[in-house]
């Protein structure tokens, strides 16, 4: 009877089964009532629950038996809940958020979604059905009462309907209702109520028909002249509130803070690209997404053990973030995997768009089975490029599949979104902590009975406040750390980068370089909260501030990131692996780097744009009349990357050389 035993704890999930409808209080029923409408009246809250629920439904589900995955598992759940699954999982997604728990039933051999409570319409369906399981999220502080995200915005949304009550209202009395018009009644002929009648369909008509003559023929009214000097209008309409919408939107602000959802779901990405859009969906399947999946699999697993009649304990159903989390590699990944060998052609071609009309004769998908040969088969004859596909070398290169090849450029990609996402995660994190500033500068005010503005947000509080704040370093630094797992997951994500290309970095950053690492970010935020304080951006201090803390998780030292030895694929510990590896002599000489300039803003530093491309020592070039070097003015985001690579056992090089710095 259910998914627990006595002696095992309950989680924030509870699953039961149930051989009849079981009782529950009426109150219940009038509280979830409650919660449906704002689901359904609140368009924010219906959008995010179902964008949740949407991401829910995509899921693939992994089946376990004893612990193992079942190889069959696809084809079981397809078998046990048909083509309805993935209706099936948002529905229950949607259920799990609203009023925080569902019934799935199967009633004549079909799986259906039905409240808890059950409602009277769908008490038939429950009777006749021969499978009956209960999936809740349970109140931490009340037990048997369900838990769920709308729930925990019910005030903040009943506040936003009658908000926006408030400003259709106000919008509605500014009308032709409430201006009264005054005329003597003398004047108006033996039949006032006739004249009234024919002034209303003149002024009206226009709105029946553009073509009307009175759209552009002035309403003329001709009236004795003693009375019309007597006709008067009145005026009873109430001033606009100019801070309704400002409020709405404070609220919906409110509301995406407290959905079980990543903010920024709700508020959008608009100043993201797409390496922190990814790390937030990334996030959002940790911390919400998968949460609100888990019990959804478990009511499956319920279902199928009670309709197999089978142990329980022996099967788990568990979410499987995959068509989620899938990404497109990038084109150059593509075409260098397909030139080792690493993957077939065909699966290149597909993964670069083309049509298969647009394939070569050489591309071919092939068939199931076709890739394995059958037993006793002779290995099949490698089929040689016509002449005219070959790719011509050089004669004094070797080839492509007997020569590594280790971009520069490359490298520089990978450290340039190591910084980009540090720097994003750096802003973010600081305007978290400012907001945590920010209410402990209005419960100051509060103590002091001084009144704060309620339209001004707590970060630009923060911002303005110029006394002091109680644990002001420590609240920056709670925030901070808090985040510490996201920095560790921008260095494993380069490394994860560095092993795709063939470069064997060790699995784990090492524990050394990392904790440093997660001390610098720390600090950064408190120096990026500072600045923002004393009137300023932080943009520039935080772009700065990422390519220390990278280049302190590479291995180097903060005062390192203006140096050609930089960053995490650029480091000094990854050239070493790289020299080891591949045999490959260390850029000598004065042209050994190029200067990378990645500003994309409306401002670029003159010198350092003429420096684009440019092959220099990797420490500092004489141009325009100083000394210049990346890292040398705030926001500068140039990149000395090696120009040069020379394999010391071939004498192969790699890229041809750029035009050479004028000095």
Not at 360 to 389: F, K, L, M, S
């Amino acid at each position: 009877m259910g998914l627990f035993s006595k002696d095992e704890p309950l989680t924030a999930a509870t699953v039961r089964s149930f051989d009849r409808i079981p009782d529950r209080p009426v109150m219940d029923a009038l509280r979830e009532g409650d919660l449906w409408r704002i689901y359904r009246c609140v368009p924010e809250v219906h959008y995010a629950v179902n964008q949740q629920a949407r991401l829910v439904g995509r899921l693939d589900w992994r089946v376990e038996g004893d612990g193992e995955e079942l190889p069959e598992g696809d084809e079981l759940m397809r078998q046990a809940f048909g083509a309805d699954l993935r209706s099936l999982s948002v529905m229950a997604a949607i259920h799990l958020q609203v009023v925080g728990r569902y019934f799935l039933v199967r009633t004549g051999g079909k799986w259906k979604i039905l409240n808890s409570p059950i409602s009277t319409v769908q008490r038939d369906e429950a009777i006749a059905a021969d499978v009956l399981v209960e999936v809740m999220i349970e109140d931490p502080a009340i037990p048997g009462r369900a838990d769920s995200a709308v729930a925990s915005v019910r005030d903040i949304a009943t506040e936003l309907i009658l908000t926006r009550a408030q400003a259709r209202a106000t919008a509605r009395s500014r009308t032709a209702q409430t201006m009264l018009l005054l005329y003597p009644k003398e004047g108006a002929g033996p039949n006032p109520k006739k004249f009234e009648d024919d002034f209303a369909k003149v002024v009206t008509a226009p709105l029946a028909d553009e073509k009307a003559e009175s759209v552009a023929v002035p309403n003329m009214v001709g009236w004795p002249a003693e009375y019309i000097q007597h006709w008067k209008t009145l005026d009873l309409t109430g001033p606009l509130d100019e801070k309704l919408h400002d409020r709405i939107d404070r609220l919906i602000r409110q509301l995406a803070i407290g959905l079980d959802m990543a903010p920024s779901v709700l508020l959008g990405l608009e100043d993201s690209n797409q390496w922190s859009a990814y790390a937030s969906l990334e996030d959002n399947w940790l911390g919400h997404v998968e949460p609100l999946a888990a019990p959804v699999g478990q009511g499956y697993a319920e279902g199928i053990t009670k309709a197999a009649r089978i142990d329980r304990d022996r099967v788990e159903v568990v979410p499987d973030p995959g068509p989620l989390l899938r990404r497109r590699p990038p084109t150059s990944d593509v075409i260098q995997a397909a030139v080792a060998g690493i993957v077939q052609t065909w699966w290149a071609a597909e993964q670069l768009g083309a049509p298969e009309d647009a394939w070569g004769d050489g591309i071919q998908q092939p068939t199931e089975g076709a890739d394995v040969p059958a037993e006793g088969d002779a290995e099949p004859e490698p089929v040689e490029a016509d002449d005219t596909r070959q790719i011509a070398a050089e004669p004094s290169q070797p080839q492509a599949a007997a020569t590594p090849t280790i971009d520069g450029a490359r490298l520089a990609d990978i450290d340039e979104q190591a910084y980009t996402s540090l720097e994003d995660l750096i802003l973010d994190v600081a305007e978290r902590a400012l907001e945590k500033l920010g209410a402990k500068i209005r419960s100051i005010a509060q103590g002091r009975n001084f009144d704060l503005p309620a339209d001004v947000p707590n970060a630009d509080l923060a911002r303005l406040y110029t006394g002091d704040i109680p644990n002001m370093d420590a609240t920056i630094a709670g925030v901070a750390q808090a985040a510490i797992e996201k920095v560790t997951r921008v260095i494993q994500r380069a490394h994860g980068r560095l092993r795709a290309m063939g470069i064997e970095v060790p699995p784990e950053p090492e524990e050394e370089g990392l904790t440093a690492a997660q001390a610098a970010f720390v600090t950064a935020v408190a120096a990026t909260v500072a600045v923002q304080q004393e009137g300023g951006t932080g943009i520039s201090e935080a772009w700065q501030a990422a390519r220390e803390v990278a280049t302190i998780a590479g291995g180097g030292e903060a005062s390192d990131f203006t140096q050609a030895a930089s960053g995490i694929a650029l480091a000094a510990a990854t050239m070493a692996i790289i020299r080891r590896d591949y045999g490959l002599a260390a850029p000598v000489g004065p042209n050994s780097h190029r200067w990378l300039h990645l500003y994309q803003g409306p401002d670029p530093h003159p010198v350092h744009l003429s420096l684009k491309d440019a092959l220099f020592d990797g420490v500092s070039v004489f141009a325009g009349g100083f000394v210049a070097f990346p890292g040398d003015h705030a926001g500068c985001q140039c990149i000395a990357v090696p120009a040069r690579l020379i394999n010391v056992r071939t004498g192969w090089s790699q890229l041809q050389p750029a035009v050479t710095a004028q000095t």
